[in-house]
């Protein structure tokens, strides 16, 4: 498995990328920052900045709980079924969620890992979010 450290990671070294013995690629702090920013840019847009930003927030949060499947949130989440797939569709063509087993009836739905790791921006945005916007 290979994962990723940024430039202040032990041993880095810092504007190379350098693959070592240990599969671990070391990025430049930049690069980091870079991603933070594109996904605080479309949480904002997706979870603040449209209509039915509020539902895919719910979304977020369950997900974060426990995997779902689209039935499972319809009923937690006292939404239409149609509705909730509409906003599951949008958040993993985003790529902010995942269905690992496919399009297979009842597979359930999980954050992306990239989500997952940066999970504090969105709790961000979520907290800065007006109660009256988007549902």
């Known amino acids: 498995m290979i994962s990723a450290c940024r430039a202040e990671c032990p041993g880095s070294n810092p504007g190379r990328g350098v693959l070592n013995d240990d599969t671990t690629i070391f990025l430049p702090s930049f690069v980091s920052t870079a991603v933070s920013a594109a996904l605080r840019q479309l949480l904002w847009y997706l979870i603040a ?23 499972q949130l319809s009923e937690a989440l006292q939404l239409d079924y149609r509705t909730v797939r509409h906003h599951l569709d949008l958040l993993r063509g985003n790529g902010l ?37 988007g549902k």
């Open 49 to 71: 900045g449209t209509r039915g930003g509020v539902n895919r927030a719910r979304i977020i949060v369950a997900l974060h709980t426990r995997p779902y499947n689209a039935h």
């Open 97 to 133: 969620i995942t269905q690992p087993a496919g399009g297979a009836y009842a597979s359930p739905y999980f954050l992306a890992q990239y989500l997952e790791a940066n999970y504090g921006i969105f709790e961000d945005i979520h907290r800065h979010m007006l109660p009256s916007e």
